[in-house]
T-cell receptor
Framework: DAKTTQPPSMDCAEGRAANLPCNHS???????VYWYRQIHSQGPQYIIH???NNETNEMASLIITEDRKSSTLILPHATLRDTAVYYC????????????????FGKGTLLTVNP | KAGVTQTPRYLIKTRGQQVTLSCSPI?????VSWYQQTPGQGLQFLFE???????NKGNFPGRFSGRQFSNSRSEMNVSTLELGDSALYLC??????????FGSGTRLTVV
């Protein structure tokens, strides 16, 4: 079972920031938060990941609460091409020395960016 | 840099047949994972291979199998196909920073 909870859908106006929440209250100390998105009929696309510090890259920002029980993915200026299903996933890092690296996908959030 | 390549893109098979899907990971990536995506069950993990060894396996029947070659290319096989095996099959290879890169998938239709 997925270890995360996300709203099933959200709307955002084009050009505005899209803030996608995710709850992961049972996250373990060695688990990272990963975000992927999937545009219809394509393979999921990696967006960003983080452990406990906020992260930013060219696609998005990831804000993780201090207790690590929730996080928010921020798309600063959403475009129509950002319409997709966004998945929040927790997993151990492949560099952790463990063996269970699989991604467990939940149902994600369908983000619809409106013109 | 080439991405993850999956072949074929589309496939139609008849119930009872078997099928083999292929995945070529990004050059230098040694981990390959397979996922099944259906409208009802979403994305489900099938198995993961690392250096030719199966490292993890999901909850799928034994009809689903895979292997990885010394060049990290991977194949998955489904025997005795059932209608319910119709799905998008996705392959992913490991990304240096820990994120997986997915291919575009193989859409299998069983009739």
């Amino acid at each position: 079972d997925a270890k995360t909870t996300q709203p099933p859908s959200m709307d955002c106006a084009e050009g505005r920031a899209a803030n996608l929440p995710c709850n992961h209250s049972t996250i373990s100390g060695n688990e990272y938060v990963y975000w992927y998105r999937q545009i219809h009929s394509q393979g999921p696309q990696y967006i960003i990941h983080g452990l406990k510090n906020n992260e930013t890259n060219e696609m998005a920002s990831l804000i993780i609460t201090e207790d690590r029980k929730s996080s928010t993915l921020i798309l600063p200026h959403a475009t129509l091409r950002d319409t997709a299903v966004y998945y929040c996933i927790v997993r151990v890092s492949p560099n952790s020395g463990g063996s269970n690296y699989k991604l467990t996908f939940g149902k994600g959030t369908l983000l619809t960016v409106n013109p | 840099k080439a991405g993850v390549t999956q072949t074929p893109r589309y496939l139609i098979k008849t119930r009872g047949q078997q099928v083999t899907l292929s995945c070529s990971p990004i050059s230098g990536h040694r981990s390959v994972s397979w996922y099944q995506q259906t409208p009802g069950q979403g994305l489900q993990f099938l198995f993961e291979y690392f250096s030719e060894t199966q490292r993890n396996k999901g909850n799928f029947p034994g009809r689903f199998s895979g292997r990885q070659f010394s060049n990290s290319r991977s194949e998955m096989n489904v025997s005795t196909l059932e209608l319910g095996d119709s799905a998008l099959y996705l392959c992913a290879s490991s990304f240096p920073q820990g994120g997986y890169t997915f291919g575009s998938g193989t859409r299998l239709t069983v009739v």
